[in-house]
């Protein structure tokens, strides 16, 4: 038989265990898995990180007396170290969430380790259509966008505003056919015609001479496409160079005039339509105190990938919030994901449960000249499109 | 298809396949003469290309950077080769190449530490900026700079090969090294001075493409493959190998892309491997034996 | 058997005990990356076999690597055959394409076979790169692991995985022991060492250097289908050159034609490789660095260290 003594001592002990005042103040913690060192998507890794922290900063990186720890994992651009640097986050460092990839060459691994480690994963960038379509998971919930998404409104507003033939060009690889598919599907419907689809293979040679002939032979009104990075400039560069913009209207996916590109495209990239979940001249007040902060921070504009960083961490802190900091239950979690709301660079945001992915204004815009420089003026704002659970069964 | 298609298509494999010249030459001859293969030659496009940027962006012309980066290649060029090569001839080919596959590495990050991440450009000069009618068809005025500038300098190797000494050694050295060395020729200097032009081209190739293929970290690997099937293809150790050889390619490229666009992306890798499989000395085969 | 065969009898049976002792007291990641070293030791011994033995240099070696991978993945996924089976069928189809791409490369010798096993490792890489049967850029995943259940393990953990992974590469090990101490082997080497002289003792030169080629893409595969097993997914990544690059790498760090070098080889790079990569965001020079001073000042690897003397050791 215990003395009493012993009794209240083992009573006082579970007492104090419970209350905890030592585990709440230990910090909440965000892995974040990109290629930070290796790799065509370092600066895109960069940005997205430096805003997320950001974002956590600003709002004041503590939920409930815990501090929020944002801990980076370097995946050098390859699956498998994603995927082992993934493990290391949630098993050892013991993270509550993990947000990543950046691009769909790691989104398989990762996708599959949340998945079947039960960890929340944000995806801050990766757009492939299946992760919230066939391939969703109650764990991976998207914070960017979909292909489909960003261009399915294109095709309608092009015909509407009196282009009826279009041309494709994007290179072979699931997130280009994505694009165009969910363009010419929206283009078709609304009586417009393609007349010329081209895949260049997904290789690192940017020269576009080829492509660019044929689409003149075939002359459409338009062509729609979808680059990025240093083959988006080349692309933009060669449709004026080749004497394509004269006679015919560019029109893409907003990556192809991002604000880290326009320095190399210079004048060539004025007149081209764009069609993105962001724009930095979005004229809303926590645009405008986002890219004043990063512009003082980082010395050049804030490109949208920067822009979903800083959301993804605005999304997180909020979830937080309403959580009252814990995060012990992840199933509460991904509830409380699926709960908020927030206004953020883009608009105002929340994540589709059905689809885990996330709802968002969708802008169209156009570059123009300014004086000597090239900026953006908004044309047009599809508001909270969603996506449909296209296969996703939540 | 019309006339004016394949006009345009014409020029733009005949600029591909400058650009490839630039690069395939200095690597063909090299390997000719030494047996040995520089897998760091995208290393030197990439270093031309960023110091040219740099020069350009200081001088605020295209020009100087045309000025800065084959020396700057050069340079390189003769360090690892004064530094590294000499010292490892005893050491067999394989060897040297491995060791410039770890330069690949170290290039790369260097690049990355002095000029950051994010891609960087080098316009046009605004002379060449323009476009032009060629025969009813608007072609950049820059890719014809390109195309002349090629012809130009495979001219002035070609001269330099035939009617000077030095290529005159060169010739022999490729032809049999050894029989050249008891010749009394002197070997060694003509081989430096071959390396050392042959990184300048290099260098030339980076500044020269810049303004059509971008720059930045990674570009060293985009150029590297493709310059080796020229190579290989073309016929190790001869100019005019690596001439026919990067016609073949970059026409090749050029109208595979859209003719067989399904096939193209391995398309020049077959390429090589039948020409190694059916002809391995190469189109233009250099007369000694490997 | 030679002093030197002996030697590397013995570094083998160190580097497994030292092995299962790093296994006994891993931690997660620990367990994570013994695994990883197995399966790329495996790929790197079969590449030494190419490289050390016969003396074919090849830069398209993850082409094996990477068609046992995808063969064991799809035959798994699309024919709901059972996960070992498809494993060997994943060592088969490495094989057999190793035989009929070998006879078509084994002709050529030196620069020229580089080129042409470069070449055709990025066939393969473009061809999955672009195959949305097989995934495309993004691979498959879901792959099945087989089921150890009655020997009481579990392949998605990770420490039951090492184990069997250092078990299985102690068997190649040995395989390979008995390969190349056998009179084939013998010959092997006697063919890299002189071709012309094994040609004019009427040796059947082209169909050794086929036998290699053939052995080391079935191993190759056999690592393959490992990897995958271990991640749950394949991707093109797997047949890059750069992957081809780093296999060669860890077989000279380790030092080519000792079997056990390659092993060893594959231990330090993967461990530097994830410190460093830890440590800056410019590890590849590091890397690269670490990797010109080793063929510079130590050509014969790690085993060349362990030698007295230091022997001519050119490939």
Redesign the interface.
């Known amino acids: 038989m215990i003395s009493t003594y012993r009794a209240a001592a083992v009573a006082a002990l579970a007492a104090s265990l419970a209350a905890g005042p030592a585990l709440a103040e230990e910090p909440i913690k965000i892995g974040l898995v990109l290629p930070?060192?290796?790799g065509p998507y370092v600066p895109l890794a960069n940005e997205i990180a430096d805003s997320l922290a950001m974002a956590i900063a600003d709002a004041g990186g503590a939920v409930a007396g815990r501090r929020i720890e944002v801990l980076r994992?370097?995946t050098?651009h390859?699956?498998?170290?994603a995927?082992?640097k993934a493990?290391?986050l949630v098993?050892?460092d013991k993270v509550d969430m993990l947000v990543g990839p950046v691009g769909?060459?790691e989104?398989?691994?990762l996708?599959?380790f949340a998945n079947?480690s039960k960890t929340p994963l944000l995806i801050p960038n990766a757009g492939?259509n299946e992760a919230t379509g066939e391939r969703c998971s109650p764990w991976v919930l998207r914070t960017s966008f979909s292909n489909d998404q960003i261009v399915r409104e294109m095709g309608p507003w092009m015909v509407k505003h009196g282009y009826k033939t279009a041309a494709l060009i994007a290179f072979?690889?699931?997130a280009g056919h994505q694009q165009m598919d969910g363009f010419k599907r929206g283009f078709t419907q609304a009586g417009g015609t393609i007349v010329n689809e081209q895949y260049p293979?997904?290789g690192p040679i940017s020269d576009f001479g080829p492509y660019l002939a044929k689409i003149k032979e075939v002359k459409p009104a338009a062509v729609f496409t979808f680059f990025a990075g240093p083959p988006a400039t080349a692309l933009v560069k060669q449709f004026t160079e080749f004497g394509l913009k004269d006679q015919i209207k560019l029109a893409a996916s907003g990556w192809l005039i991002s604000p880290l590109n326009l320095p190399g495209e210079g004048d060539a990239a004025v007149g081209v339509l764009g069609i993105l979940n962001y724009v930095p001249a979005i004229d809303a007040p926590e645009n405008k105190a986002f890219q004043a902060e990063f512009q003082e921070k980082y010395h050049r504009i804030a490109s949208e990938f920067a822009a979903q960083g800083y959301d993804t961490g605005k999304l997180i802190f909020a979830a937080l919030q309403s959580l009252g900091g814990k995060t012990a239950d992840k199933a509460a979690l991904v509830k409380a994901l699926h709960s908020v709301t927030v206004k953020g660079t883009r608009g105002a945001l929340r994540i589709d449960p059905k689809t885990n992915n996330i709802i968002q204004d969708i802008y169209i815009y156009e570059a123009r000249k300014n004086g000597d420089r090239v900026d953006f003026a908004i044309l047009d704002k599809i508001p909270a499109v969603q996506d449909p659970p296209n296969g996703c069964n939540l | 298809m019309d006339s004016g298609f394949l006009l345009l298509q014409l020029l733009n494999g005949l600029q591909f396949a400058m650009l490839l010249f630039l690069l395939a030459v200095g690597l063909s001859v090299v390997?000719g003469m030494m047996?040995f293969?520089n897998l760091a030659h995208g290393t030197l496009y990439m270093v031309g290309a960023f110091v040219g940027f740099a020069a350009a962006e200081r001088a605020g012309s295209f020009w100087a950077a045309l000025v800065a980066g084959p020396p700057a290649a050069a340079a390189l060029g003769a360090v690892f080769y004064a530094g590294?090569l000499r010292r490892?001839q005893q050491?067999?080919?394989?060897?040297q190449?491995?060791?410039t596959?770890?330069?690949?590495?170290?290039?790369?990050?260097?690049v990355?530490?002095i000029w950051g991440d994010y891609e960087q450009t080098l316009p046009a000069p605004s002379v060449l900026a323009g476009s032009v009618h060629i025969l009813g068809q608007v072609y950049p005025a820059y890719r014809l700079f390109v195309i002349a500038l090629g012809l130009m300098l495979a001219l002035i190797l070609h001269l330099g090969l035939e009617r000077t000494r030095l290529g005159a050694a060169v010739r022999a050295g490729v032809d049999d090294r050894v029989m050249a060395a008891s010749l009394g020729l002197d070997i060694e200097r003509a081989f430096f001075a071959v390396f050392c032009l042959g990184c300048a081209l290099a260098g030339l190739a980076g500044v020269v493409a810049a303004p059509v293929l971008e720059i930045y970290p990674g570009m060293d690997?985009a150029i590297l493959?493709p310059t080796?099937?020229v190579v290989?293809v073309g016929g190790?150790g001869r100019l005019a190998g690596a001439f026919l050889g990067a016609l073949l390619i970059g026409m090749a490229e050029t109208f595979g892309a859209v003719l067989v666009p399904d096939f193209s992306?391995?398309m020049i890798?077959?390429v090589?491997?039948l020409a190694?499989?059916l002809r391995?000395q190469g189109l233009l085969p250099a007369r000694h034996s490997? | 058997m030679s002093t030197g065969e002996r030697r590397q009898h013995i570094v083998a049976a160190l580097l497994l005990l030292a092995a299962l002792a790093a296994w006994r007291f891993s931690?997660?990641?620990g367990e994570?990356r013994l695994g990883?070293i197995a399966v790329w030791a495996i790929f790197a011994m079969s590449l030494d076999l190419l490289v050390g033995y016969a003396g074919l240099?090849s830069l398209g070696h993850a082409l094996f690597f990477g068609l046992g991978a995808y063969a064991m993945a799809s035959l798994a996924l699309f024919l709901k055959g059972s996960p070992s089976l498809a494993l060997l069928a994943g060592v088969a189809t490495a094989g057999l394409s190793a035989l009929a791409i070998g006879a078509?490369?084994v002709r050529?010798a030196?620069?020229?076979f580089?080129?042409?096993t470069?070449?055709?490792g990025?066939?393969g890489w473009?061809?999955f790169?672009?195959a949305?049967a097989f995934?495309?850029?993004?691979?498959?995943?879901?792959v099945r692991q087989i089921d150890l259940g009655r020997l009481g393990l579990d392949l998605?953990n990770?420490a039951d995985f090492a184990l069997i992974a250092i078990i299985a590469a102690a068997l190649v090990y040995l395989l390979l022991a008995l390969i190349t101490a056998s009179p084939f082997g013998r010959m092997l080497v006697a063919l890299h060492q002189n071709e012309h002289r094994a040609r004019a003792l009427g040796l059947p030169v082209q169909r050794y250097k086929l036998a290699a080629f053939a052995l080391a893409g079935a191993l190759a595969g056999f690592a393959g289908g490992l990897?995958a097993q271990r991640?749950?997914?394949v991707?093109p990544?797997l047949l890059v050159?750069?992957t081809s690059?780093e296999v060669?790498?860890m077989v000279?760090l380790g030092g080519l034609g000792t079997l056990v070098g390659p092993v060893a080889g594959a231990a330090i790079w993967v461990v530097l490789?994830?410190i460093l990569?830890?440590m800056?965001?410019?590890?590849?020079?590091a890397?690269?660095?670490f990797?010109?001073a080793v063929?510079?000042f130590a050509?014969g690897g790690l085993m060349g260290l362990a030698r007295p003397r230091a022997a001519a050791d050119?490939?």
Request: charge should be negative; aromatic fraction near 12%; avoid cysteine.
């Open positions: 930070f060192s290796a994992e370097d050098t390859k699956p498998d170290v995927q082992a493990k290391k098993f050892e769909s060459n989104l398989t691994a996708l599959d079947q492939d072979d690889y699931a293979p997904f | 390997l047996n293969i590294l490892m050491a067999g080919a394989m060897k190449v491995l060791v596959f770890g330069l690949i590495f170290v290039g790369i990050d260097t990355r530490l690997m493959i080796l099937i290989v190790p992306g391995f890798y077959a090589m491997a190694l499989l391995p490997s | 931690g997660y990641a994570d990883e240099v078509i490369v050529l030196g620069v020229f580089i080129m042409i470069l070449a055709f990025q066939m473009a061809y790169l672009r949305r995934g495309g850029i993004g691979g498959m995943s879901g998605a990770p990897q991640t749950g997914f991707s990544e050159w750069t690059g060669l790498i000279i490789r994830h990569s830890d800056t965001a410019y590890w590849m020079m890397m690269g660095l990797f010109i063929v510079l050509g050119d490939a």
